[in-house]
């Protein structure tokens, strides 16, 4: 079992960043590929980023590219989105989660409860 607790959101403006943590807890954090995920309001929850166990080559969806980056410490069992040039379309709750094994599959095993990102115009 892997207990995830994303921490970091909030209200900020439209063009503002902010960065979003998730502490993991339970297994060993760096045999997993770790993914954030999130869900708008009205709207079903879609992949953002993932990374892989090893901190590698990493992966986002076309509409994140090049604004967001996912990163990891292993050290510190912890994954991190840092958001920049955030849209109003970005407002969603966002979730860390963890999948079954060291490679990307976009597929989560694990999930934590979740951090409210709003972003007002």
């Known amino acids: 079992q892997v207990q995830l607790v994303e921490s970091g959101g909030g209200l900020v403006q439209a063009g503002g960043s902010l960065r979003l943590s998730c502490a993991a807890s339970g297994r060993t954090f760096s045999n997993y590929a770790m993914d954030w995920f999130r869900q708008a309001p009205g709207k079903e929850r879609e992949f953002v980023a993932a990374i892989p166990r090893s901190g590698g080559s990493t992966l986002y969806a076309d509409s994140v590219k090049g604004r967001f980056t996912i990163s990891r410490d292993n050290a510190k069992n912890t994954v991190y989105l840092q958001m920049n040039s955030l849209k109003p379309e970005d407002t969603a709750v966002y979730y860390c989660?963890?999948?079954?094994?060291?490679?990307?599959?976009?597929?989560?095993?694990?999930w934590g409860q979740g951090t409210q990102v709003t972003v007002s115009s």
């Open positions: 989660a963890a999948e079954n094994g060291g490679w990307i599959t976009k597929v989560a095993r694990y």
